[in-house]
């Protein structure tokens, strides 16, 4: 019976190859942890997200109905009924007309013929329930996004400060 004297060692290739795979296993556990992080993060994000809409774009795409979008255009002139603290009008883009349903208290500035963005969601029924209103703040105002849709559709007039009369 032969005993060995000499204790075996990893050669220091081997250790070498040990400290890579600690290394890339470390590495590859981190950035689980940074996609996990991400992925959490850009959730929030689409939760909390209200995508800008007129009212033509609402009525070509079939927006599922309790989404969270942001409504621009003109007040339809002739179209706001107050009924107590509820009150019903109609956003038009010159193109298309969506009606529009809002509990609670107007702008001040909140009329007809005028540019308008209100934040709320389209109902089954095909109106649009608001829960804000804003409205123009002085004779030159529109919110820009509106003003951009209405120009690239052709319905911007600069001189009337919105939409071409009808």
Known sequence: MTIDAAPSFPSPRRRAGARKRRRLALLAVVGLVLAAATALILNA????????????????RAEAPGARLRLGGLVKQG????????????????????????????????????????????????????????????????PKDVADRLKAQGEWRPETGGAAPK
Do not use: C, W
């Open 45 to 60: 994000f689409s939760d909390t997200l209200v995508f800008f809409r007129t009212p033509s774009e609402i009525a070509a």
């Open 79 to 142: 179209s706001v009924r107050h009924e107590g603290t509820t009150t019903h009008f109609v956003v038009t883009d010159m193109k298309s007309e969506l009606p529009v349903t809002f509990t609670g208290l107007l702008p001040d500035l909140f009329r007809e013929g005028q540019g308008v963005v209100t934040e709320g969601s389209v109902g089954q029924d095909g109106v649009f329930r608001a829960d804000s209103v804003l409205a123009k703040h002085d004779e030159n105002y529109m």
